[in-house]
């Protein structure tokens, strides 16, 4: 128990570093909040792209989805951070994170977009527009706010995910909270840093991924 | 354009990086199917347990499910490679991505499976009990077949989406094929070699989103039961 302690909750040392992780906190909270709408507004693009039904642009669609799906984020942003530099462009760490965030979710949430509004049925489209409204006016007041109450459930829980990835940030050397605590680990030699990190996570995500845990228990409920 | 394919597809460079992130690619999928068949299998006897209703094993699953599913897959990774040591448990890279990533599959897997089953009309106990099936019995051969059917799209997208995590082994230094390539790379001056990493994974990853993508239409929302 006293090694426990000693190492995971050690209050000497999380007094010298928790500044650090306050830092680090700040900057988890820009990346997410700087990456989530970015990547939502452009998953809602291709979904609403979508929906005009053009097919040679819809079979293109679906292979940027796939692809971007399939591609894990981290080779995303090593790709980005480590190649672009020797074509002369010069991201930072920052730009590249939100970058590599962005492209890959805007694969899972166009995905989600792009289903949500397949799922409200055709009629609701036709009946717009028998009223005569505009087809921006149909997607923005009719379609939309049906296929999302439809995909709240992925909407959800891949905004949870995206805010978890930010913690990647740390692989590209920015000072983001999983990051510092590792430099405070290795200053103060004890893993309290890491532990703190790992309680800050949870406590901060945990109302969140119970929430969706709960849309998603009703998802199967429903079938 | 010229430049382009220097740095990305440097013939020369992707020939001399080939054996070694091809070597890093059997990394990768060794670890992703064993991430996937550990993280299912665990989450699987999870949720049986917890059918089972003993109070004490119920709230040890649920704590257990709610951090791993809360925390993100990197910060796991990073506490059991760096902070674990500590306390005189020291793994390998290897096994350390395949328990970290394992143990957030299994939370996910054993949520999954439990809504699954508590989604089924209780009727279907009820009347397996009136049939004289006992409790096991009832489990395996009415509920579980059940629910796994119900199961399988969510559980298809959370496997696919957790297994990609391996890249993040390269944190912990696993030599899988992302680690490989960038090795390369700071020893060549070019990065054609993340280019090679990258093809890998998609090649690996793209039949899966593909297949889940034909899953979710088969079993999906409307169509199964």
């Known amino acids: 128990m006293e090694l426990f302690i000693d190492n995971f909750a050690n209050l000497d040392s999380l007094k010298q570093i928790y500044p650090l992780l306050l830092q680090g906190l700040q900057l988890t909270f820009l990346i997410a909040l700087v990456s989530l709408p970015l990547a939502v507004a452009a998953g809602l693009l291709i979904g609403i792209i979508y929906s005009f039904g053009n097919r040679p642009l819809n079979a293109f669609l679906i292979v940027y989805i796939d692809v971007l799906r399939s591609f894990p984020v981290l080779v995303l942003l090593i790709l980005i951070f480590y190649s672009l530099p020797f074509l002369g462009l010069n991201l930072g760490g920052f730009a590249a994170v939100v970058l590599a965030l962005v492209l890959n979710n805007s694969g899972y949430y166009g995905e989600i977009f792009r289903a949500g509004i397949l799922s409200v049925p055709k009629g609701q489209r036709e009946a717009a527009n028998a009223l005569g409204f505009s087809s921006i006016q149909t997607v923005t007041f009719i379609i939309l706010p049906q296929a999302i109450r439809n995909v709240l459930a992925p909407l959800a829980s891949n905004s949870l995910e995206l805010v978890k990835t930010t913690s990647i940030a740390s692989l590209v050397a920015l000072p983001e909270l999983l990051r510092s605590a590792r430099v405070a680990q290795e200053q103060t030699y004890n893993p309290t840093p890491l532990m703190a990190a790992a309680v800050i996570f949870f406590i901060l995500l945990w109302p969140a991924a119970r929430y969706v845990a709960r849309l998603e228990r009703r998802i199967l409920a429903s079938r | ?225």
């Not at chain 2, 992703?32 to 699953?61: E, H, T």
């Open chain 2, 1 to 225: 354009m010229d430049r382009l394919i220097e740095n990305y597809l440097n013939a020369q460079v992707l020939a001399e990086a080939f054996p070694k992130v091809l070597d890093g690619f059997g990394v990768t999928v060794a670890v992703s199917l064993l991430v996937i068949v550990v993280g299912i299998s665990f989450g699987l006897v999870l949720a049986i347990l917890r059918v089972m209703n003993v109070k004490v094993i119920n709230a040890f699953i649920v704590a257990y499910v709610d951090i791993f599913r809360t925390l993100p897959q990197l910060v796991v990774i990073i506490f059991i490679y760096f902070a674990l040591p500590y306390v005189d448990i020291n793994l390998s890279p290897f096994t350390t991505t395949v328990l970290a990533l394992g143990a957030v599959l299994s939370a996910f897997a054993s949520e999954i499976f439990w809504s699954a089953i508590k989604a089924l009309p209780r009727g279907q106990w009820d009347a397996a009990s009136a049939l004289g099936f006992g409790f096991f019995r009832t489990l395996f051969s009415i509920i579980l077949p059940q629910a796994v059917r119900l199961a399988i799209p969510l559980l298809t997208n959370r496997a696919i989406a957790i297994s990609k995590g391996t890249a993040l082994g390269t944190a912990v230094s696993l030599p899988e094929a992302l680690g490989q390539a960038q090795s390369v790379t700071a020893i060549v001056a070019n990065p054609s070699p993340l280019t090679l990493a990258a093809a890998f994974y998609l090649t690996f990853f793209i039949p899966l989103v593909v297949a889940s993508r034909w899953i979710e239409h088969r079993y999906g929302r409307g169509h199964g039961h």
